[in-house]
């Protein structure tokens, strides 16, 4: 389940489960996002990224969608793994002539045996 | 080469210390960026060059000192920091178009006692 309070969002899955980490984002002329992992003591790391023409985008084991009516971006990873476990961020790109990046909360994916 | 390299790793300074955090990248990126990152917070951006010119300024404060000596290079200087400073300093670079992956570095630990 999921849960919200002084800490990061948490939600805890089994192996093997389909996860859905969801984000609302605040501009709406934001034209790029771009979902990263960061694991305990490393840089983000990209996963997958989407531009504001498209609304779905599937790599290996990770599709994003893409909802600019309620500016809403979501990260389903399929047949969730123990390696899986990191925080996952989304980002918004709010400036058109280079990255801007502006990061959501995040929230912690823990992956259970 | 996809790396972004950070160094130190971790770095402890007093409030009168002076001292440089450095980054590194050999992908031809012509946008090098800094963010800071508290705990359990998303990454913040403070400052992003172009072409080895200052593009954005977060409205830092002037104890922090950016420095683009050339395309591979983004050096931080770090001088009179507070105790709240203390936090994780990511650097990144992206192609120098828009709306591209933008490539993290694994941090600097920085604590300020």
């Known amino acids: 389940g999921e849960s919200v309070g002084l800490h990061l969002p948490t939600l805890s899955v089994q192996e093997g489960d389909n996860s859905i980490i969801n984000c609302a984002y605040s501009?709406?002329?934001?034209?790029?996002f771009i979902w990263y992992k960061q694991e305990s003591g490393k840089g983000p790391q990209f996963i997958i990224d989407?531009?504001?023409?498209?609304d779905k985008r599937q790599g290996q084991r990770v599709t994003v969608l893409l909802n600019k009516t309620v500016k809403h971006l979501s990260l389903q990873i399929a047949a969730t793994q123990p390696g899986d476990s990191a925080v996952y961020f989304c980002?918004?790109?709010?400036?058109?002539?280079?990255?801007?990046?502006?990061f959501g909360a995040g929230t912690r994916l823990a992956v259970h045996p | 080469d996809t790396e972004v390299t950070q160094t130190p790793k971790h770095l402890v300074m007093g409030m009168t210390n002076k001292k440089s955090l450095k980054c590194e990248q050999h992908?031809?990126?012509?946008?090098m960026y800094w963010y800071k990152q508290k705990a359990k917070k998303p990454p913040e951006l403070m400052f992003v060059?172009?072409?080895?010119?200052?593009?954005i300024n977060e409205s830092v404060p002037s104890r922090f000192s950016p420095e683009c000596p050339n395309s591979s290079l983004l050096n931080l200087h770090l001088h009179a920091l507070q105790p709240e400073d203390s936090a994780l300093y990511l650097c990144?670079?992206?192609?120098?178009?828009?709306?591209?992956?933008?490539?993290f570095g694994q941090g600097t630990r920085l604590t300020v006692v």
């Open positions: 990144a670079s992206s192609p120098d178009r828009a709306n591209t992956e933008a490539f």
């Open positions: 501009n709406s002329a934001s034209d790029y």
């Open positions: 989407i531009r504001s023409n498209m």
């Open positions: 980002a918004e790109n709010m400036s058109g002539g280079y990255n801007k990046l502006i």
């Open positions: 992908m031809g990126h012509r946008a």
């Open positions: 060059y172009s072409y080895e010119k200052l593009s």
